[in-house]
């Protein structure tokens, strides 16, 4: 078990519908991460958030967004869905040590897997 | 061409043989280099994490940097049938701020059988 803490598991909806997945890091970890993974495309990072400031952006379609509450909890919101948009959407975080030491370790949650009928 | 090229396999081996994964980059930035292992409908876990070129071994896992080709490599020693699983490389730059964004492989897939 990593730590993370993704909700749901399984999510099926039509498409034009919006959908809004969870995630909750490791404790203590302040930087979360959003990745999308399909067969095509592989593990395709979307968004980063850190202390709840966004602070790299990735392929992130603009109908997808995401915030990081004070609480360091993150939602991924998807709207106006697609077919294509069904994927295995994963969140990852890590601890950002001090100025001048970089942690470079990511741990992943188990995933949300999304089926956009 | 993308930044980080992974042959997708499947790689199958007989149980107890040498495995060896593979990576090529061709961003010279790439500093940290990491693997991960992705069992089905399971998150990646991470394996290995090095810094710049050389040798990391860890049990039965060495991870091998050479940034002069842009190549590294995952071998596993004395395979299980539980090391079946996806093993995905991953690579960063690193940045400023102290964090940093990985990008990586598609992923090789290890079928080790008994």
């Known amino acids: 078990d990593s730590g993370v803490t993704q909700t749901p598991k399984h999510l099926i909806t039509a498409t034009g519908q919006r959908v809004t997945l969870r995630c909750s890091p490791r404790?203590?970890?302040?930087?979360v991460y959003w990745y999308q993974q399909s067969l095509d495309q592989g593990l395709q990072f979307l968004i980063q958030?850190?202390?709840?400031?966004?602070?790299a952006k990735g392929n992130i379609l603009e109908r997808f967004s995401a915030q990081q509450f004070p609480d360091l909890h993150s939602e991924l919101n998807l709207s106006s869905l697609e077919l294509g948009d069904s994927a295995l959407y994963f969140c990852a975080s890590s601890v950002v040590l001090g100025a001048g030491r970089m942690n470079t370790e990511a741990f992943f949650g188990q995933g949300t897997r999304l089926t956009v009928v | 061409q993308k930044e980080v090229e992974q042959d997708p396999g499947p790689l199958s081996v007989p149980e107890g043989a040498i495995v060896s994964l593979n990576c090529t980059y061709s961003n010279s930035a790439f500093q940290y280099f990491m693997w991960y292992r992705q069992y089905s409908r399971k998150g990646p876990e991470l394996l290995m994490y090095?810094?710049?070129?050389g040798n990391k071994e860890d049990g039965r896992f060495t991870a091998q940097v050479d940034k002069s080709s842009k190549y590294i490599s995952l071998f596993i020693r004395d395979s299980q049938p539980s090391d079946s699983a996806t093993y995905l490389c991953a690579m960063s730059v690193g940045a400023s701020g102290g964090s940093y964004i990985p990008t990586f492989g598609r992923g090789t897939s290890l079928i080790v059988h008994p």
């Open positions: 404790s203590g970890d302040l930087s």
């Open positions: 090095t810094y710049s070129s």
């Open positions: 958030y850190y202390n709840g400031e966004e602070r």
